[in-house]
């Protein structure tokens, strides 16, 4: 007999996998979890960042695992994310405390406390180096050591110093509004399912868990033509922010009192957007909003992608798709749009018979009883 | 570090939160319950949202049998049937009638079903009405109103276009005269199976966050005009090459050495039990 596709599929997945295995190590060659720890931090954030959970040691077994594939190891990882027991949520942390690695503004040419442009490959020539093809241990440590000497020259301020936000600047003149602050809780996307209107809060959470080049997509949808949202970028910042947890048997809390548990880095982008809004008056006036984008790790294309999406969808008076939370919050996640893409692979003969039959009936003729 | 995962994959408390979401779509037949999918190790799209019910509700000693488009040994059921077991040590089976859970993409077995079993249809879409409603918040209101005029349409605009309804899988029913629902992608075929049944029926959407129910007992009917009668798929003087079974859902095959056009029995199973019942009739008759 020839129809065997769905025979011995047993047989033939345990020889898929075999394969698999064979491909991963036929070469011969281990890489180890410090290695891509050490040199790929990009990816590293990334996949963190895409699927909500902060570390960089399994993000880097995932890397590993999947044989560098992003999807796959987003996939992992998530999976390995059900397994785990949510038992805290930790507390708001205001973004001014951030330890500040790179800041820049494209707004002013100088801001409060200075640009800084910190660790950025936005000035480097993409010109392939060859020199890394053969790098030489010890030349690196020489460039290391003389790097650190000439850093030692620069002495540290003795206090800590908390940069401001350069929107704070604006808001004192008025450009923008003032809202109250809004603390209810957040919802949990991991925990309900998301359901439309969706709060900011939600919409925040799967705007960062997106997947970096689908979020990329649609945010230069909408810059190029589709709404021509043009931000400015006010501030673009990239740095650690501590985490607490609060005691979870005590009755009263008292800050003091709560867990650190570790500090995370992250990208965080706060776009100004201009806008014509109408005063009491009922004259035409120009404001700006406020797009927010913020995701783990340095990431800054998709955190500034993310801003102009979040100014997008506080204006779903719009026509445009992009300004449609469920065009856009339905459709960036990679687990499900990767899933679902590659589900197509699956047989299908079921409901392919079912429409032929249909089809057939149709071609034969008219109304013909269908019993 | 090395972890071991727990038994059926999930921790307690997702388990217990995804059964609260079964018990609310048992209470209300037909209507689509959001719950808070969680990624599995098999892709989105891939079953995962039967498969989430499934975990949530196997116990140790629960008998399981998995089929894809009607048969056991189709790859993603082996996959399924696979991670089900070495997080769980639950027996597998092929034979309908010993299975206590039932997961099933695509077909409803040709066995009737008994109310010790209880089948998860893994679901793509649960929408019925997302051909005629792109937006998740309006279906939902659609719903709430009653207001199924979408759904009838579609069946009315194919009638005026090709004379007759041309629906595939996944034709939409009314669920305890109530909420119209998606049967998932089941031929038309199996769609009388759901009415009356004597099963608990699960379908879960895992990409898509929703779970509902059809309990045991619930009328189900398809949609369909008065005078444009419901059809299920027709294999009129076609049967089974193998076992000879007509009655039953067929797959269309072309025999490599004839190239003619031969029908098979869908539902591996059934298909081998018929096989082997007439191989035990010849052996007695022949020791006779």
Not at chain 1, 11 to 19: L, Y
Not at chain 2, 45 to 72: E, F, H, M, P
Not at chain 2, 197 to 212: D, F, N, V
Not at chain 2, 249 to 271: G, K, R
Request: aromatic content about 8%.
């Amino acid at each position: 007999m020839g129809y065997v596709a769905v025979k011995g599929g047993t047989k033939a997945i345990d020889a898929s996998i075999e394969r698999l295995t064979f491909e991963r190590l036929k070469n011969q060659e281990i890489i180890e979890i410090e290695t891509i720890m050490a040199t790929m931090k990009s990816l590293i954030d990334q996949i963190m960042s895409e699927s909500s959970l902060y570390s960089p040691y399994l993000a880097a077994l995932a890397i590993k695992q999947a044989e560098g594939s992003m999807e796959e190891a987003v996939f992992l990882m998530r999976a390995h994310r059900s397994t785990l027991p949510r038992l805290y949520y930790s507390q708001a942390v205001e973004s001014e405390t951030m330890l500040v690695e790179r800041r820049i503004s494209a707004s002013f040419k100088d801001i409060p406390g200075g640009q800084i442009l910190g660790a950025t490959k936005d000035y480097t020539h993409r010109l392939l180096d060859f020199e890394l093809l053969e790098e030489d241990p010890a030349e690196n440590e020489a460039w290391l050591s003389n790097y650190q000497k000439a850093s030692e020259a620069v002495k540290a301020s003795d206090e800590l110093e908390f940069f401001p936000k350069v929107v704070d600047y604006l808001r004192e003149e008025g450009l923008f509004e003032n809202y109250e602050r809004d603390n209810t809780d957040p919802v949990d996307i991991t925990k309900q399912s998301i359901a439309f209107p969706a709060s900011r809060s939600a919409r925040l959470q799967v705007l960062t868990r997106g997947q970096t080049g689908a979020v990329t997509a649609l945010g230069y949808a909408s810059l190029r033509g589709y709404g021509q949202v043009h931000p400015t970028v006010g501030e673009v910042r990239v740095g650690s922010l501590p985490i607490y947890v609060a005691h979870p048997n005590e009755g009263e809390q008292d800050e003091e009192d709560a867990f650190y548990i570790g500090e995370i880095q992250v990208t965080e982008v706060e776009s100004f957007v201009p806008v014509t809004k109408k005063n009491d008056a009922n004259e035409q006036e120009l404001e700006f909003e406020i797009g927010y984008g913020i995701c783990y790790g340095q990431n800054e294309t998709k955190a500034i992608a993310m801003s102009i999406l979040d100014q997008c969808l506080e204006h779903p008076e719009s026509s445009f798709p992009t300004h449609d939370e469920e065009f856009v919050l339905l459709h960036i996640d990679s687990v499900e749009a990767t899933g679902f893409i590659s589900h197509l692979k699956l047989p299908h003969y079921v409901t392919f018979q079912s429409k032929l039959d249909s089809i057939r009936n149709v071609k034969k003729g008219g109304h013909t009883d269908e019993n | 570090m090395k972890t071991k995962s727990h038994f059926a994959f999930f921790d307690e408390g997702s388990k217990k939160e995804i059964r609260r979401s079964i018990l609310k779509a048992i209470a209300i037949p037909g209507y689509q319950v959001p719950f808070a999918s969680r990624e599995m190790p098999i892709a989105r799209g891939w079953g995962t949202g039967g498969l989430q019910i499934t975990l949530s509700i196997i116990g140790k000693n629960d008998v399981l049998k998995v089929i894809d488009q009607g048969a056991d040994e189709s790859v993603n059921a082996v996959s399924i049937k696979k991670l089900v077991q070495s997080t769980t040590g639950v027996e597998l089976v092929e034979r309908t009638q010993e299975a206590s859970i039932i997961q099933s993409r695509h077909r409803i077995p040709e066995v009737p079903l008994t109310p010790e079993q209880i089948l998860v249809l893994q679901v793509p879409e649960p929408e019925p009405l997302r051909r005629v409603e792109k937006s998740a918040y309006k279906t939902k209101i659609l719903h709430s109103e009653n207001d199924y005029s979408g759904a009838w349409l579609m069946l009315f605009e194919q009638i005026m276009k090709y004379g007759r309804t041309a629906t595939g899988a996944d034709h939409p029913v009314y669920v305890n005269n109530r909420y119209v629902m998606a049967p998932s992608p089941i031929p038309r075929y199996d769609n009388p199976k759901m009415h009356q049944s004597e099963a608990l029926i699960l379908l879960g959407a895992g990409r898509e966050k929703k779970i509902y129910a059809i309990p045991p007992y619930t009328d189900v009917e398809s949609l369909a005009f008065d005078d444009y009668p419901f059809a299920v798929e027709t294999f009129t003087g076609k049967s089974c090459h193998l076992c000879g079974a007509e009655d039953v859902f067929l797959d269309e095959l072309v025999d490599p050495a004839t190239n003619e056009t031969i029908y098979q029995c869908n539902d591996t199973s059934y298909c081998i039990e018929r096989l082997n019942k007439k191989e035990e009739v010849e052996v007695e008759t022949s020791h006779a």
